[in-house]
């Protein structure tokens, strides 16, 4: 099958039957509580996850866990295959000591999930990435084996990381095994958000879910990508691939600024290899930006390491980015037969000016289906 002709999805989520039970286990956030519902028939389950959820907490059902159901939202919207992920917080609030072992159980899980989905040619219809036990005082060796375990899994292509590290953050000197290792057997990070920013930014207004996932989530990603950059990750690992979601939030708008920031400090102007800008090149984002606009900028900037020219620099940057959902967030509000929030980025890829047919072909799924290795 033609690597071109693929839509593929690079973020999508799933709280595998195993996660959902810990979350429904727990009587403090993150969990999955449950309810009567309003009209007194039955009971509800409701998921609470982020820092001052309303307690009610959001309506979570099967879309989140069952196999079925992220097969059927793939059929709706014409996606060939997926790369599902473990959803926030992840493990991030077990104890060091039983983190471990529930990772390697979900990574068998997410391989069991895969390997038995319909296939089409020689290709699976879902892909994962697995779950590390990233938590403060879990030593480098457990590490490394889990990492061997993902490695060993045929259908997990790379790890689903936070940006906490191992309580320190992604600058911590801590994680360079983690980084070698994931290097060397060619997994992918996916770079992806949960803390926002201190809710105390957010003011007294309710505004629901609106600023946290718009605002402190790209936030959290721009700040923990630079704070790898300037650590020098990417220098002594040039072959560690990582995807950052949301497009990478801030970054590629703040990166002339970072520049320049790093070219006037006495402390870190001589630390990188490169100009901050070179890195933008050296990573790949989702096309989660919901818009046009937005995802030719992105190209531009990550174009700009290998260019001058403002519409090759586009056409660079359109092989780094990848066609993404958030499924099974964000579900529309009214009862329509597709998701907006899918559709949307679908047309964005489709209206990026300057993109050729082949560039357009390749973000929806070449660029997936070569960083992935399924071609
Ligand atoms: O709506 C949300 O809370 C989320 C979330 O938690 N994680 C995510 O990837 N997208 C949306």
Redesign the pocket.
């Known amino acids: 099958m033609a690597a071109r002709k693929l839509l593929i999805d690079v973020h999508t ?1 799933v709280y595998l039957p195993r996660y959902a039970s810990v979350l429904r286990s727990r009587p403090t956030a993150p969990r999955i509580l449950s309810r009567p519902t309003p009209n007194g028939s039955g009971t509800e389950e409701r998921l609470v ?2 820092e001052n959820e309303p307690s009610g907490g959001r309506p979570v059902g099967p879309q989140y866990w069952d196999r079925d159901e992220k097969l059927s939202f793939m059929d709706k919207h014409g996606i060939d295959i997926s790369i599902v992920s473990t ?2 917080p992840w493990l991030d609030f077990l104890s060091p000591a039983e983190a471990p072992s529930i990772a390697e159980s979900l990574n068998a899980d997410l391989e069991s999930y895969c390997s038995t989905a319909p296939s089409f040619s020689s290709l699976s219809r879902l892909y994962g990435f697995g779950l590390l036990p990233l938590l403060p005082s879990v030593p480098a060796s457990v590490l490394l084996r889990i990492i061997d375990q993902i490695a060993s899994l045929p259908h997990l292509k790379g790890v689903i990381m936070g940006t906490r590290g191992l309580g320190k953050g992604l600058d911590d000197e801590a994680l360079e095994p983690v980084w070698e290792a994931l290097a060397r057997e060619g997994l992918v990070v996916f770079l ?1 958000p ?1 803390y926002g920013i201190p809710s105390s930014e957010w003011g007294e207004r309710e505004n629901g ?1 609106v600023l946290p ?1 718009a605002l402190g989530f790209p936030f959290e990603t721009t700040i923990a990508t630079t704070r790898l950059i300037l650590s020098g990750v990417l220098d002594r690992h040039p072959a560690l691939r990582l995807l950052l979601a949301h497009s990478g939030g801030a970054l590629p708008q703040l990166s002339s600024r970072l520049a320049s920031c790093i070219d006037h400090d006495p402390l870190v102007a001589a630390r990188l290899r490169h100009d901050a800008r070179w890195y933008l090149g050296r990573l790949w984002f989702d096309a989660v930006a919901y818009g046009r606009e937005e995802l030719a900028f992105v190209a531009e900037c990550v174009g700009r390491a290998d260019s001058y020219d403002k519409s090759h620099q586009r056409a660079l940057g359109a092989a780094r980015l990848l066609f993404g959902t ?1 499924h099974p ?2 579900p529309p509000l009214q009862d329509t037969e597709t998701w907006h929030s899918v559709t949307e980025n679908l047309e964005a890829i489709a209206g990026v000016e300057g993109w050729s047919e082949e560039e357009r072909e390749n973000v929806r799924g070449g660029n997936a289906a070569r960083l992935f290795g399924l071609v």
């Open positions: 989520h996850i982020l959803a926030n992806h949960h879910h996932l958030d967030f964000f």
